[in-house]
């Protein structure tokens, strides 16, 4: 069994940053990439960014420029870092693992942007 842990989500301000990071452990096989998603209110879970064990990474444009993923220090591990959040920045945000197997996800973390 695989489980992702993450941590960081809270209330900020609109311009306001947070980090999140999300810690895979269990039985992880070979990793293809890490990433994030989130699901906002009353839409589909969509890309954040993401990126592989080369370090090649993704974005959705809504986020290019403001927000930076990076592997984490540990293994298994991935950060991202969130700056200048607005009020459509608010979301569940999930951490996913892509392996050779099945996929798995995170519990998520709420993220809150106020205006």
């Known amino acids: 069994q695989v489980q992702l842990v993450e941590s960081g989500g809270g209330l900020v301000q609109a311009g306001g940053s947070l980090r999140l990071s999300c810690a895979a452990s269990?039985?992880?096989?070979?990793?293809?990439?890490m990433g994030w998603y989130r699901r906002a209110p009353g839409k589909q879970r969509e890309l954040v960014a993401d990126?592989?064990?080369?370090?090649?990474?993704n974005y959705a444009d809504s986020v290019k420029g403001r927000f930076t993923i990076s592997r984490g220090s540990a293994k298994n591990t991935v950060d991202l870092q969130m700056n200048f959040l607005r009020p459509e920045d608010t979301a569940v945000y999930y951490c996913?693992?892509?392996?050779?197997?099945?996929?798995?996800w995170g519990q998520g973390t709420q993220v809150t942007v106020s205006s």
């Open positions: 996913k693992l892509n392996q050779w197997g099945p996929d798995y």
């Open positions: 990126i592989t064990s080369g370090g090649s990474t």
């Open positions: 269990g039985r992880i096989s070979s990793v293809f990439s």
